[in-house]
């Protein structure tokens, strides 16, 4: 019950909109059915035996969400293992803090050429450098809350278990898989989450620039050719897919982190 409660805004929200578009009647902004209705079109009028999916989709979609997931991925080892090794030692920290600064605050979308420079000789013949460029911005954009996070969780950890640690002589191995990783993972899963949803953007900014299929690539393909339907039913697309994303994370972080919210709950 509590759930459907979450959703009634959706539908009277959707009625409002239908209403007032219709009654517009611009073509820049149509109806939801009419997005629907072209969403339908585009992505999900497929053979049964593609899962409903069009060519386009198959095209597009599956692309974008590799190129998602693959720098999401990528970054989130780089900035665990990273963090923790910064985490625990404050003067490097200190040392490397002004490059971190001055990283997360230029724009990833700017570094685009740059980006395409440096990768050019890494294209082959399986990986073109548009991949490669694609990933490095997504890759670029999102681990700075990662970093950030895994750094201060690292530093947050309870001084009585690391004595603990020292009294048992765990070794580092032991150390780190019992004691430095689970009391760090609330505040690594919290800069993973953000994370996620910065990947989301940073994929649709990469095929907006420079890609040649994606989402992103059709949502700028319907712009230049006037079709609001078509742009729309891509903002659509993209906003169920970050909150089916987001959702099926906090889902996996609530199991993962279950014994946490367990010791909060009990003092």
Known sequence: MKTLTRFLAVPLVLVVWELI?????????PPPTTIVT???ELWFSGPVGQVFLTEDAIANILPSLGRMFGGWILASVIG????ILLGRSRAATDYVDPLIEFGRALPPPLLIPVFLVLT????SELVSGVLIT????IVFGVIWPVLLNSIDGVRAVDRTYTETAT???LTKLQYLRVVLLPAASPKIFAGLRLSLSLALIMMVISELLGGSDGIGYQLLQAQRSFDGAGVWAAIALLG??????NSLFVLAERRVLVWHRQANRNP
Do not use: K
Not at 120 to 123: D, I, M, V, W
């Open 21 to 29: 578009t219709r009654a517009i009647g611009d073509t820049d902004f």
């Open 240 to 245: 169920i897919l970050g909150y089916v994303v």
């Open 38 to 40: 072209r969403m339908y």
């Open 80 to 83: 665990i293992l990273a963090g």
């Open 134 to 137: 694609q990933l490095s911005t």
């Open 120 to 123: 050019a000789g890494l294209s």
């Open 167 to 169: 009294v048992f002589n």
